[in-house]
């Protein structure tokens, strides 16, 4: 099982105000990333870090930012939420070292978020 | 058009019929292909990946790869409720590339 966590699971807030999105990782994975997916549709990669202080932005566009001070903290922020921030978002790690093709992601249960 | 195709369903079946999901996709590089179940209000957790073209087994799932058709499946034999979730597929140029996903494809399965 995979030991990634995220919070808050459920979060309700209103337009304008500032998120943080808490994402931390038990096993030492070296790349993180985030996902946004709303119902019925793909999972998009809106950031991802390769390592400490290393982050680029995913496929999808988004105002959010992330940062990576740590291995095993891997936090987004929305600074000004709006009703089109309303989502899931998960974030996920892997082991390049560990596994050589980069295809085990693991995810965490996701954080779902309701801009008012 | 999108790069992977996926059936959103949902596909409904009685307890212990054999289930076959499916994807198709239209970039030629794509060489890792990936099968996620993902339970209501969770991640996504992997089931099997392959290499290539082929087939690989692990107990009750199949994974299949059909480069020539770009085309990939999933068949799960004595279907239980408990596989009863979304199945995503993904896939991926190298280790190097991020992956594509599908939308995925809600899967009943009734007792």
């Known amino acids: 099982e995979a030991d990634i966590y995220q919070t808050p699971r459920y979060l309700v807030i209103g337009t304008g105000k500032k998120i943080t999105l808490e994402c931390s990782q038990t096993?030492?994975?070296?790349?993180m990333y985030w996902y946004q997916q709303d119902p019925g549709m793909e999972l998009h990669l809106i950031h991802y870090?390769?390592?400490?202080?290393?982050?680029e932005k995913g496929d999808l566009s988004s105002e959010s930012t992330v940062s990576r001070i740590r291995t095993e903290h891997f936090p987004l922020t929305l600074e000004s939420a709006r009703p089109s921030h309303t989502s899931q978002y998960l974030c996920?790690?892997?082991?390049?070292?560990?596994?050589?093709?980069?295809?085990?992601?693991?995810f965490g249960e996701g954080s779902w978020l309701t801009v008012v | 058009q999108k790069e992977v195709e996926q059936d959103p369903g949902p596909l409904s079946v009685p307890e212990g019929a054999i289930v076959s999901l499916n994807c198709t996709y239209s970039?030629?590089?794509?060489?890792?292909f990936m099968w996620y179940r993902q339970y209501s209000r969770k991640g996504p957790e992997l089931l099997m990946y392959?290499?290539s073209s082929g087939n690989k087994e692990d107990g009750r799932f199949t994974a299949q790869v059909d480069k020539s058709s770009k085309y990939i499946s999933l068949f799960i034999r004595d279907s239980q409720p408990s596989d009863s979730a979304t199945y995503l597929c993904?896939?991926?140029?190298?280790?190097?590339?991020?992956?594509?996903w599908g939308a995925g494809t809600k899967l009943i399965i009734k007792p």
């Open positions: 993904a896939m991926r140029k190298d280790s190097n590339y991020q992956l594509i």
């Open positions: 392959t290499y």
């Open positions: 970039n030629s590089a794509f060489q890792y």
């Open positions: 996920a790690s892997s082991d390049s070292k560990k596994d050589i093709s980069g295809n085990t992601i693991y």
């Open positions: 096993m030492g994975h070296d790349k």
């Open positions: 870090s390769y390592g400490v202080n290393s982050t």
